[in-house]
């Protein structure tokens, strides 16, 4: 009778044990998936900071924005060096896109239609990029001279339709708005 009070206290034991082990893997597995969401947002946090220290250029520098933006050639060889300076960094900011898209596959093409918007307007990134695109990886060039890995739809616009750019009529018909 003994031995199968004992035998039936270990059974208990051991399905509270087997219950106890099954839970902490339950939280294991909560906690990893979180761990996983905050590295992708974090992830992702970081490549974004990448393009507000462009917007960040942009408005300190705002006679850089042309370059960029309406297709237009630096005439002065300091201006010329500075939009060429930032040609670099838009290239390496494509490049650091195809990296988070190696890390993160459901980022693929995010960035496509931004980099070549700015790459069909930027005499001085084209001209960059023929000096150097050789020198980065083949996905670089696809996100900058298309075609993008993931087009959007983008409404049809007269020229470069900054907001508050007065050129442009203020009431967008429906099917361009976004």
Same mark, same amino acid.
């Given at each position: ?7 039936? +206290? ?41 393009? +507000? ?42 490049? *650091? *896109? ?6 993160? /596959? ?40 298309? /075609? ?31």
């Amino acid at each position: 009778m003994l031995t199968l009070s004992l035998a039936l +206290i270990g059974a208990v034991v051991a399905a509270i044990a087997t219950g106890a082990a099954l839970w902490q893997g339950f939280l294991l597995r909560k906690q990893l998936e979180e761990d996983a969401r905050v590295r992708r947002a974090s992830f992702h946090q970081g490549v974004a900071n990448l393009f +507000i220290q462009l917007d960040r250029i942009f408005i300190n520098k705002p006679e850089l924005r042309p370059f960029f933006y309406d297709n237009q050639a630096p005439s002065d060889p300091d201006t010329k060096q500075q939009a060429l300076a930032l040609s670099e960094y838009i290239a390496d900011l494509a490049e *650091c *896109c195809v990296s988070a898209e190696q890390a993160q /596959p459901e980022l693929i093409g995010d960035w496509d239609d931004y980099l070549n918007y700015l790459y069909r307007n930027s005499h001085v990134l084209r001209e960059y990029w023929a000096s150097f695109g050789h020198l980065y990886p083949q996905r670089v060039s696809q996100a900058l001279i298309g /075609p993008s890995a993931r087009p959007k739809h983008w409404p049809d616009a007269q020229g470069r339709g900054t907001i508050g750019d007065d050129r442009h009529n203020d009431e967008a018909s429906p099917d361009t708005k976004h």
